[in-house]
Every structure is written in C-alpha cells, then in structure tokens.
T-cell receptor, first 112, second 115 residues
Framework: GNSVTQMEGPVTLSEEAFLTINCTYTATGYPSLFWYVQYPGEGLQLLLKATKADDKGSNKGFEATYRKETTSFHLEKGSVQVSDSAVYFC???????????FGTGTSLTVIP | NAGVTQTPKFRILKIGQSMTLQCTQDMNHNYMYWYRQDPGMGLKLIYYSVGAGITDKGEVPNGYNVSRSTTEDFPLRLELAAPSQTSVYFC??????????????FGSGTQLSVL
C-alpha cells in the first residue's frame, strides 16, 4: 500500500540554523511527492513538489530531492527564519489512485 | 480568486445535534476531499469524491455522510454529534490525482467542538 513516514516533532531551531525534516515513503507505481506547509490558523498550502526520480523541488529557500533508491523526500533549508514556524507535511499521490497520503506532520518553531 | 471556501469557521455543537459543513470550490475540480485534523495529529481522510454523484469512504467515515450533487459543492454532514468529533475539518480539491504532480488546494478549515 501507500504510506508516508515523517520525522517526529516538534522541532525547535534558532534563527539561521539548518533545517532537515525527514520523509520516507512506500508507494505502488511512481508517485508524485509533495511538501505542504500549514501556518497557524490556516489550511495547508503547497510548498514544493517533485514528480520523478532525482527531481529537486524548491521554493522560498526550501528544497527536497526525490530519491527513489532510498524512497525519501527530505525537506531542507539552509537558514531558517522566524516566519518559517509552521507545521510541515510530507505527502504523495499516485497516478493509479484517488487519494493523497499524508505524513503526520512536523511542527517547527524558530526562535530569534 | 476564491479557491476552496468552507463555512462556518467555528461551531460549537451539543452532543446529539446535527450540522452540515459546507464546502465549495470554483476551480472546476473533479476531486474533492474531507479531512479531519486532531491536535498533534496528521490528517485523516473522512470521505472523498471523484466527481458529481460519486463518493467513497476514506479512513474514518463513521459518524459522517457526504453528497456530491454538483462539481462545485461537497457538504459534510454530522448526524449525531459526539465529543470524539471535536476536531478541525478541512475540505480540499484537486483536478485529478491521476495527473502527475497535480496538487491539493485546501480550504481554511472549520473548528468544531462537541460538548
């Protein structure tokens, strides 16, 4: 079946620290992979995506590389800001299915 | 651009009451979803629809019902509210999961408390 396993939180970092949030997946076929972000009091919004092996998705300084050999899609940012404080969700979809599959979310707090 | 619109934003129900959470999208998306998000937990899929007249159960459908009479609207009904249904509910839509890389658009959520 399809599933996403995400690094447990919460994560607390100082401003300008390096961020990694781990995500691994299990999927039938060739999934598309996503990172969504949820700011306090809001719905989820797409942060970045990748649709095939070795693709790198990037947005707002965040990056994630689709690694088929390790079935991973880790989220990274070189220097976090206070405004990056949010909950981050890894997700996948497959062209043969009707659903999106989400990880449990990782809460990030960045302190000045 | 409205996107996905959910109403109400907040609601308090008494045990046993009924209510409908409204969701509408103006992007002509075929696929629509209802999720619930409990504190500290991820998203759990309640029901989804791949087009008007077609609905299917997700991971946690008990206590809920849905209908999809139009492409735009996908209401979620709670018939006999229970404290276990206290949660934040999100509606989402997508053109199709079968298009590679097609993303989900989320509404801003409904915070429901059952007391």
């Amino acid at each position: 079946g399809n599933s996403v396993t995400q690094m447990e939180g919460p994560v607390t970092l100082s401003e300008e620290a390096f961020l990694t949030i781990n995500c691994t997946y299990t999927a039938t076929g060739y999934p598309s992979l996503f990172w969504y972000v949820q700011y306090p009091g809001e719905g989820l919004q797409l942060l970045l995506k990748a649709t095939k092996a070795d693709d790198k998705g990037s947005n707002k300084g965040f990056e994630a590389t689709y690694r088929k050999e390790t079935t991973s899609f880790h989220l990274e940012k070189g220097s976090v800001q206070v405004s990056d404080s949010a909950v981050y969700f890894c997700a996948l979809s497959t062209p043969t299915g009707n659903q999106f599959y989400f990880g449990t979310g990782t809460s990030l707090t960045v302190i000045p | 651009n409205a996107g996905v619109t959910q109403t109400p934003k907040f609601r308090i129900l008494k045990i046993g009451q009924s209510m409908t959470l409204q969701c509408t999208q103006d992007m002509n998306h075929n696929y629509m979803y209802w999720y619930r998000q409990d504190p500290g937990m991820g998203l759990k899929l309640i029901y989804y629809s791949v087009g008007a007249g077609i609905t299917d159960k997700g991971e946690v459908p008990n206590g809920y019902n849905v209908s999809r009479s139009t492409t735009e609207d996908f209401p979620l009904r709670l018939e006999l509210a229970a404290p276990s249904q206290t949660s934040v509910y999100f509606c989402a839509s997508s053109y199709s999961t079968r298009e590679v890389g097609e993303k989900l658009f989320f509404g801003s959520g409904t915070q429901l408390s059952v007391l």
